[in-house]
């Protein structure tokens, strides 16, 4: 089933299977405008995202059938901001939903409007011809309008008048209806205006009575009963074309509830199971009425009546249906759980009524805090912690501190680049003085990344890494435990012990719940949780359940349920109301965190040497020092480069070092890392730049790349022809197509490229000289960049990648003085055979 990828821009179709997937790739404007004039089309069938691209045409639909200026205008109205805002409320969670805005609707319906606009201007009869000419069986609205008007300190309540629109050049008048018999002096051009208010009076008797008398084409005083007799029929009227202005008491006093109050004090145990009490309240339009007093409304016949200075309808069956329920909610008692998930919502209950739950000032505050992490008191982490957060990770910070003290499950979801792991530390950090005991579960390839951070963000924070089957968890003086989704099944002594804190990192690693994998991390017991992700959804709804099963069991029903909702019709607006407390989530598209942001921001991916990569070092470092006790020279320097390159080639792949052609990306610690990041980067519908100093590296990673895009990439090194790299530029940077990456050789893509369709820079290997890798990163991030940059070097973890890594680091000078772009590696062959030995020993524990 196809799916449709939202973005900044608007959407995309990557592939397509029926004919009108076809159509909705190859011209989505033009398919969703046809799509206006079907009525009859059901097409369930298909994923959410477009059916939500469909809801939306329908919804601009139903403005062309409801507008009787149409003939004048000869164009499309707007929705009002608010009904733009229950669109927004109602996305989906498909791949890009952050993206959708009301602005992001209004560029949808200002290119459906176009296209009636340029279609109207090719067409030279009237736009209820044009309308017929596309679906002869749509019924659009006509040009008569009916008003009632509600007349205060008067001896009739209430005015009755229809009218007509007319005007010339796009400047509408409504006119009354008798000032038709002048306009129109053609019989056709009158039965045409007339046609709505016939279908009316065939059904209307009421109606009827008014054209027979002719006091239809002239101002009139209705009563209580006339009015209230209007207002009832309004359904008919406009079925049938007729276009109804009225007053808003009506809309209003229709809206007959039962309003629950729940949290107006704080509860003396805060969770999830804390008991709330609930406050029911009867409501008449926008009044709250009395027990008794609907009891007294009771005794009174039915029609309008003129109560609290406000009209009113009174409606027997659904009067005593109000105080049936009311009686039932009156000693009700709601767990915490329950009013998040009810929270702004209204149901219906056995006796058809509506129930609207609303929150009292102490859940208000505290919704208010967790929807708002702004609103939370702003405090900084502990002087310990050696980092200073921007202003959006202060806020994190602290909105993670209060999820955590609450506790509540907590969904950490910035965009990939922001910073989710020093906001957790951060959050470790202040919690290392309560003795707080937090496990931490990572996939294998993040293992020396955290460990890296750990140490230099949150120094005085004990950590420890979980290996094997006999783990001893007693120890009070650790306040981080660290193990992966593979470990957890391996150590039974995870599931006997309570943690004060559990956390997923990627975790959208749980995202099916079927798994081994899944069902043993939803064994682990915690008093409070936290995911984080950058994903939370990578490909369906389903994702979502199975990570918030983890955060709050039970918030979003069981799974079969879950999937019941979504099959018949999922209510994405309430979806939002309940997960939305509980999840943060920023992106780098927002202008309020790209003013934080700089430019560029780089970040350095530590990777983990698989079984096979460590197998291979270690025997080259034996090699390479038994070879070195006996040369010197042109001798020695030969070897020492000859060394370094097979060391670089072993952190790469086991497969570049031996000359095969497999390259399982499993047998590769980089590898996995790189298709993790191209993930989300594919997910976001953005575009990398992998640099590689290997040119036999360009094609394997090209292939693997494929697998991770759906679709193939590009590739330049040396060996390609300079007037083929030019047109492989042009194509990597044309908007109407997508290509996801371009693998490079750095020697040959590393200067004079300009390629800013890419925001993101991955270094797969270290050239060790800051220059040159700035020059390569620069193809991106130069003038005619429009997005931040988001650059990641990969380091592998214990080997001599991060040893020159570090030194790089200490001796800034040896990079900015001593060497050149030229000279390349050559200054390691200078060093000691002390210092070589040092260099090439591999520190990682690969137990």
Known sequence: MAQAIYTKEGFYLEEASTEFEQKLKKQPYQTLYEEIFQVDNDRTDMDPSILYLLHLTKRFAENLKNDGELEVTRALASLEETDYQSLVNEVPFVIGWEFVTIAWMKQIHQALNQIFIEELQNFKGTVAEYIQMKNEHLLIAGRVYFHLIERKNSDSPFAFLATYATGEQGKVSHLPLKNALQEFKETKDMLALLAAVGRVANQSVFISQLIESGELFSPLRFNEEEAYQFLTEIPLYEANGVICRIPNFWKKAQKQRIQVTIGEKKPSIVGLDALLAGRPEIYLGDEAFSKAEIEALLQQSEGLAFLKGKWIEINHEKLQSLLTTFEEQDASQWSLFE????????????????????NGDWLEEMLAQMLTPSAIKQELPPETFQATLRPYQQTG?????????????????????LGKTIQILALLDSLKEQKTQTLLVIPASLIANWKKETSTFAPSLNYKVLHGKEIDLSDETIDL??????????????????????????????????????????????????AMTG????NRLSDLWSVFDFLNQGLLG??????????????????????????????KTDTRIISDLPDKNEQKEYITLTKKQIALYKGVQKEI???????????????VLAAISKFKQICNHPDQYLGNEVFKPSFSGKFETLGEICATIRDKHEQVLIFTQFKEMCEPLNDYLATIFGQPGLVLHGSIP????GELVEQFNDPNTYTPYMVLSIKAGGVGLNLTAANHVIHFDRWWNPAIENQATDRAFRIGQRKDVFVYKFVTSGTIEEKIDELLAEKTQLSSDLISETTGETWLTEMSNTE????????VDDR
């Open 558 to 587: 069981t799974k079969k349920e879950f999937a019941n909702q979504i099959k018949n019709g999922a209510d994405y607006q309430a979806i939002r109301r309940m997960i939305s407390p509980f999840l943060l989530r920023r992106l």
């Open 339 to 358: 009013a998040l998930r009810q929270e702004q919502q209204t149901q219906k209950n056995a006796q058809n009524t509506e129930i609207e739950i609303s």
């Open 397 to 417: 910070y602290n909105w993670l501190k209060f999820m955590q003290n609450q506790p509540f499950g907590a969904l950490l979801a910035d965009d990939m680049g």
């Open 722 to 725: 300079t007037k083929k790299r």
């Open 535 to 538: 994903t939370p959804i990578e």
């Open 625 to 639: 020092e038994k070879a070195l006790e006996n040369s010197d020279g042109i001798q020695r320097k030969g070897l």
């Open 481 to 530: 435990y660290i193990t992966t989704y593979g470990m957890v099944s391996k150590i039974p002594a995870l599931k006997e012990k309570t943690f004060d804190l559990l956390i997923l990192d990627e975790a959208q690693a749980i995202k099916n719940p079927g798994t081994k994998q899944t069902k043993s991390i939803k064994e682990l017991n915690a008093y409070a949780r936290i």
């Open 836 to 843: 070589l030995k040092q260099l090439f020993t591999l520190e």
